[in-house]
C-alpha cells in the first residue's frame, strides 16, 4: 500500500457523518476529525457541503478555519493565528507537529535537528526524534535519524492536501520539473549516442591494428625463417669435396709414400743379404748359386 493510501480510508467514517451533520454537529464531527489518530488528509472532507457551511457561521467558522489549518499549513502557522483558532488538545497538538514534519519533508531531503526543534517547538531533542519516530510508525514519512550529525534523513513523505489557488503553481512547477526531465534525457540520449559510436570507432581501430600486427608478426616470422634457411643453406655449401688439384696431390703423396715405403723395404732386404755370408762362414769362397744371382738381379730391378 503506497504512503498515505491508508489515512484516505481512516477519513470516509467522517465522510458519511458530514451527509447529515450541521452546525455545531458539523464543528464537532471537525473537531473529531482533527484529533483522531491515522487521519492525515481532509481535503475531501473540507469539500462537504454541511462542512463548508461552517465558514459563513460566525458562531462556528473557527473550526472551518481549524480544518484548513489541518489540511494545508503548520503549527508555525497555528502559532501566528492561535487567536482567531479553537484551542488544541494534546492529540491535536501532535498531529499538527507531525503534519508539519511532513510539510517540511516534502521540501528537503535533510532536516537538521536544530531547525526542527525551533520550527515544531520541541523541548528536547529526545521529545523531538519520538515525533520523528511516531511519524515513521504511521507511515506519514520514511527516513532516517541521523545522531552524530544531528539530522533527519528523508526517504519518503506522504502527500498532503493541496490548498486552494495552489494548483497552478503546482502545475508550473511540474512543467518545469518536466522540461529540466526532458533537457537532461536529451543530454544522456546525446551522451550515449557519442559514446556508441566512439565505441564503434575504437573498435574498428582495434580491428585494425590487431590486423597490422598479426602481419607483421607474420612477416617477422618469414624473414626469420628465410635468415635461418639461407643460414643453413650456407654452412651446407660450405662444406665442399676435394678438388682436381687437390686430388691430384693427394695422389701424388700416396705414391710418394708408397715408393718411401717400397724403398725401406728393399733396404731391408739388402741388409739381409749382406748378412748372409755371416751366417754360412763354412762355405767361404764358394760360387754364388745362378738362383741367389737371379733373386738379387729381380731385386735390383724393383728398385727402379
Known sequence: MEIGTQHVAKLEPFLLMSKAAKGAAAAKLVQDATSTPGV???GELLEQPNVQELAGNEQHSRF?????LFAYRTYADYIQHKDSLPPLNDAQIVKLKQLSLVSLAQDSRILPYEMLLRVLDMPTVRDLEDLIIDSIYLDIVRGKLDQKEGQFEVEYTMGRDLEPGKLEQLLA???????TTASVLATLD??????STRSITAKKEKEQYDKAYQATLKEVADKQKEARNANKAQALSGRTGPTDAGLAELKREKLRQAQEKGKENDDDRDSMDVDEPAEGSKGKGRKPSTSDASLR????????
Do not use: G, M, P
Not at 512547477?173 to 522540461?179: E, F, G, R
Not at 546525446?190 to 559514446?195: D, G, H, R
Open 64 to 68: 472551518y478555519s481549524l480544518l484548513q
Open 190 to 195: 546525446q551522451k550515449l549516442t557519442e559514446l
Open 40 to 42: 492525515f488528509v481532509f
Open 173 to 179: 512547477s511540474l512543467q518545469n520539473w518536466a522540461s
Open 297 to 304: 738381379q729381380q731385386r735390383k730391378r724393383n728398385r727402379f
